[in-house]
């Protein structure tokens, strides 16, 4: 299928009113949510998770605390590409060659400005997709409305819904980076913002691919930034990956997303909010776990 065929396609999809199409719209409601009451007492639990959890990493020596980092960095970029399905022995090989990352570089750009303009983004996410088996195809913004949001449903192709139009992407990429860089006032942010961001990254597909890499990346970056203005740890990197666990949930994951942008309601993203946590959780008990393991062992 031709570019002109496919966009001539989802243009007739978005002509039939049969699917919902992302606007700008979406974008900006995500300031207004109502937290329901079960998220509020889910997100303190977290918190308190959270911050025993950080604790236990602040304890540690310090090589081994940058050694125990280092090690959830690495796996965080094992997970982020094998959810995609790529060739691990062509990223590896790839990395070898050049040692830089996306963490690094997201953490590099907070260090500087402590904010994520659009372009922060695209570079970002074109160092994602460095390596991978699409990159030569898939740098910069989308420039062509030629594709779904789509799954496999009982065998049968299911259109989840339309991107956002790409005449509409630079201003939606605006709208999302004033968002992530609006100020936090409450510790509760420092995950609903990302679980925020996350989810406007993922539905907009402003890029032809590695929309939810970036995402992912963006939610677990920001994580780590709000912790450090909240005073809840001055560690260099990030302490808390959710990919492996999203990818475990990937058809929950598509759900939720999905469900944000057909439904548009408070309680679609509040289903989002507890899947989030429900990620967070998982990985924060595994972390703890390993963290007491190593503590005994000192």
């Known amino acids: 299928m031709t570019y002109l065929d496919a966009e001539k396609r989802v243009l007739d999809l978005i002509n039939s009113g049969l699917y919902q199409v992302v606007s700008l719209a979406d974008i900006k409601r995500a300031s207004d949510i109502s937290i329901s009451n079960y998220n509020k007492e889910y997100l ?17 020596p310090e090589k081994m605390r940058q050694g125990f980092l280092e090690t959830l960095k690495r796996n965080e970029i094992k ?33 500087e400005s402590g904010i ?8 970002l996410h074109d160092k994602i997709m460095e390596g991978t088996k699409d990159s030569n195809a898939s740098f910069g913004y989308r420039t062509k409305d030629n594709i779904v949001v789509e799954g496999m449903e009982s065998g049968v192709r299911d259109i989840h819904f339309i991107p956002i139009r790409k005449e509409e992407i630079p201003e939606a990429m605006e709208l999302i980076c004033k968002f992530i860089n609006s100020q936090a006032t409450k510790e509760e942010e420092i995950f609903l913002k990302p679980f925020t961001a996350h989810a406007l990254i993922a539905l907009s597909q402003a890029f032809p691919d590695g929309n939810t890499r970036l995402a992912r990346l963006v939610h677990q970056l ?57 990620a967070v959780n998982e990985q924060l008990n595994f972390g703890i776990s390993n963290l007491e393991q190593i503590k005994r062992r000192l």
């Open 222 to 278: 920001k994580i780590w930034d709000l912790s450090r203005k909240f005073n809840l740890t001055n560690v260099n990197l990030p302490a808390l990956y959710m990919s492996k666990s999203f990818f475990m949930m990937r058809g929950n994951y598509r759900k939720n997303i999905r469900r944000i942008v057909v439904e548009k309601t408070d309680d679609a993203w509040n289903r989002w909010y507890s899947f989030s946590l429900d």
């Open 79 to 111: 997970h982020n590409q094998k959810a995609e399905n790529e060739n691990m022995f062509l990223l590896e090989l790839y990395r070898t060659l050049d040692s830089s990352n996306s963490i690094d570089l997201g953490v590099s750009k907070l260090n």
């Open 44 to 60: 303190e639990e977290t918190l308190e998770a959270y911050k025993h959890y950080l604790q236990l990493i602040d304890s540690l």
């Open 116 to 123: 994520f303009t659009p372009t922060d983004l695209e570079i």
